[in-house]
């Protein structure tokens, strides 16, 4: 299983951004796909999550200004982040469970300069 991210980068308050998430060797229509983020010296947290039939949640913190979408033909998820704030900075990280086993992307850092 391998879970690619990319998309991250250094932005202005206020600007948007958009992660992409690749998996391979699992069933991604079938799967459960998360976003987490992770500042410095801080745990990791569930940003958004959407399920195979495209239900999604977010953290109250998002709500509004993220969107998480997939598209099964190209094994991939999404994070579309607007009005991003400087507390948004962390690094980002795709995760599924596959057969029991929860699997993590490399993380892509996010930056939001004031």
């Known amino acids: 299983v391998q879970l690619q991210a990319s998309g991250g980068g250094l932005v202005q308050a206020g600007g948007s951004l958009r992660l992409s998430c690749k998996a391979s060797g699992i069933n991604f229509r079938i799967s459960f796909m998360g976003w987490y983020r992770q500042a410095p010296g801080e745990q990791r947290d569930l940003v958004a999550s959407?399920?195979?039939?495209?239900?999604?949640n977010y953290t109250d913190s998002v709500k509004g200004r993220f969107t998480v979408s997939r598209d099964n033909a190209r094994n991939t998820v999404y994070l579309q982040m607007n009005d991003l704030r400087p507390e948004d900075t962390a690094a980002y990280y795709c995760t599924t469970l596959w057969r029991g086993t929860r699997y993590w992307g490399q993380g892509t850092q996010v930056t939001v300069s004031s």
């Open positions: 959407i399920a195979s039939g495209g239900v999604t």
